[in-house]
């Protein structure tokens, strides 16, 4: 199973990027798809999850509207749409697969991993 996150780069404080994850060698379609970070000197932590059929989702309080998590099954894709990026937000950002269909927070409930995309925001 792979994971390729893209989208990701440098931008200004108050803009706007969108984050792609294409997953290959299996179907995500029947489980959760999460989003976490990760910045320099700090422990990875949870963005946002969506369940399997996108029929709910889970967000950090730091991301909670300005960030929205989507996905296409079809494409075997997951998303976040990043807007109103503030210095803070800069990190590499990670997708992930869940064990089950979840909108887990815990790192610990996800079982693949993607190699991570940077985001930079510049004040």
């Known amino acids: 199973v792979q994971l390729q996150a893209s989208g990701g780069g440098l931008v200004q404080a108050g803009d706007s990027l969108r984050l792609s994850c294409a997953a290959s060698g299996r179907s995500i379609s029947s489980n959760g798809m999460g989003w976490f970070r990760q910045a320099p000197g700090k422990e990875r932590e949870f963005v946002a999850a969506?369940?399997?059929?996108?029929?709910?989702?889970s967000y950090a309080d730091s991301v909670k509207g300005r960030f929205t998590i989507s996905r296409d099954n079809a494409k075997n894709s997951v998303y976040l749409q990043m807007n109103s990026l503030k210095p803070e937000d800069t990190a590499v950002y990670y997708c992930a697969i869940a064990f089950w269909d979840s909108t887990n927070s815990n790192a610990n409930g996800y079982r693949y991993w993607g190699q991570g995309t940077q985001v930079t925001v510049s004040s």
């Open positions: 969506i369940s399997w059929n996108g029929g709910s989702a």
